[in-house]
């Protein structure tokens, strides 16, 4: 048997390293403020979609509809009379013919002597965006494109496929990067593009505003702000000496019955005596769920019942009890009408807290189906209340015979 022998080049064979996986990429969005340093716009009467808050002087109902504007109305006969533009409502109230509000970061004091004629008479920029504590605002930049700063008022998430292999082992973002990476709105928006996941900041700018026995209250920082505007004197602000530790706000003050409300974050709320503001005194209670209204009775005493659209929280200083009653109506608001409880969502619901051998007990009490709204405003025996219909005005000198004023 012979041999033959075959002269070979040798090499080494080797294979690319490909992997594929899906990872997730964060970009800022930022929110042009040139609109809002527009001037407000007052228009004829609109339909109410929805109402966090109503306010009244002695001839107008104020009824706020967030992220829109206000409509106004006739006091006395609930008729429509115009809707005040304010593209970035979320708080606002009434002290005689000034109303306090914000859009978005600023602060507006607009004349509504004429509502039909609605005119800012200062606007404080930035208001709501100076806290101390730097972490309460929201970063600004300066556009040069624009003109103008923007404010980054949130985050969003992109889930995005790549490939890296072993010549290439960066994954290239470049082209996201100039699809994403610019994403300026001029208004807040609900959903993003292309994007999974879409975050606000902890519902930033925090703007509270509270008209207490006259005068006007929002955040200060640790404590509660008065402010106040005269053409001759121009915007003053005065910060109150009580310290609340640990304050976060997150955009609810509330004043009912007496005290100021402020809903906190880590489900904290605290409230304190109005006339006790310039002290140090102040409480807090802890809630199992989040409470979006809050009202305090006398029986049992320093107790308070909460409100989160599902269930009543009934808690008392500094301790909390378990939630004892799921509304039917999927309230919204609620009132306290000489230790009654009127809840209003789907329907007006009434309910009494009280003790029945040392238990709390809350029990409803009666209910009217064809009352129903989102907001609502308890001045005397008067009840307000707002809904995709209109304003409706109701006696409630009886709360057993609930009638529609005629």
């Known amino acids: 048997m012979g ?17 594929t996986f899906v990872t ?20 004829p009467p609109i339909n109410i979609d929805t109402a966090f808050k109503i306010v009244a002087n002695d001839r107008f109902v104020f009824v706020g509809e967030a992220m829109k504007g206000i409509h106004v109305f006739e006091k006395n006969t609930g008729q429509p009379l115009n809707f005040i533009q304010i593209n970035h409502l979320r708080a606002f109230d009434v002290v005689d013919d000034m109303l306090f509000s914000n859009n ?14 609605a005119r800012i008479l200062h606007r404080e920029k930035d208001f709501f965006n100076r806290f101390n504590d730097s972490t309460l605002n929201l970063r ?33 973002f470049s082209e996201a990067d100039e699809l994403y990476g610019n994403f300026i709105v001029t208004e807040i928006p609900t959903t993003i593009p292309h994007a999974a996941t879409f975050f606000i900041f902890d519902d930033m700018p925090f703007a509270g505003i509270i008209n207490v ?25 005065s910060q109150s000496v009580i310290t609340i530790p640990n304050y976060r706000p997150n955009n609810h003050l509330r004043y ?11 489900l904290q709320t605290l409230f304190l005596d109005y006339h006790n503001i310039l002290t140090q005194n102040h409480s807090s209670i802890g809630w199992f769920g989040s409470p979006i209204d809050v009202v305090s009775v006398r029986e049992p005493e320093n107790s308070f019942v909460g409100l989160n659209s599902n269930h009543f929280l009934v808690g008392v200083t500094l301790n909390i009890f378990p939630n004892i009653l799921t509304p039917t109506s999927m309230a919204t608001s609620i009132i306290n009408v000489n230790d009654t409880i009127l809840a209003l969502g789907s329907q007006l619901t009434l309910h009494r ?47 057993k015979n609930i009638t529609l004023k005629p």
Request: hydrophobic fraction near 40%; charged fraction near 25%; charge should be negative.
């Open 24 to 43: 997730s990429r964060q970009y800022s969005i930022y929110l042009d403020t040139r609109e809002i340093r527009t001037d407000i716009q007052v228009k």
């Open 104 to 117: 978005f970061v600023d602060l507006l004091i607009i004349d509504v002597e004429n509502p039909s004629d």
């Open 353 to 399: 807290f009280f003790l029945r051998d040392n238990i709390r007990v809350m029990e409803r009490v009666g209910e009217y189906p064809n009352i129903s709204g989102m907001a609502m405003l308890r001045e005397s025996n008067t009840l307000f209340v707002a809904n995709r219909n209109g304003l409706f005005i109701y006696d409630i000198s009886d709360l």
């Open 140 to 172: 600004t930049i300066y556009n040069p494109l624009i003109r103008s700063y923007m404010y980054e008022i949130g985050l969003k998430v992109v889930n995005l496929t790549v490939t890296v292999t072993h010549t290439n082992p960066d994954p290239d």
């Open 213 to 237: 026995a006259g005068n006007i209250y929002t955040f200060g920082d640790n404590n509660i702000m008065r402010i106040s505007y005269s053409e001759a004197d121009g915007l003053r602000t």
């Open 3 to 19: 041999f033959v022998l075959v002269a070979c080049d040798t090499h080494e064979v080797t294979h690319e390293f490909e992997r």
């Open 256 to 266: 009912k019955d007496g005290m100021i409300f402020i809903f906190g974050r880590n």
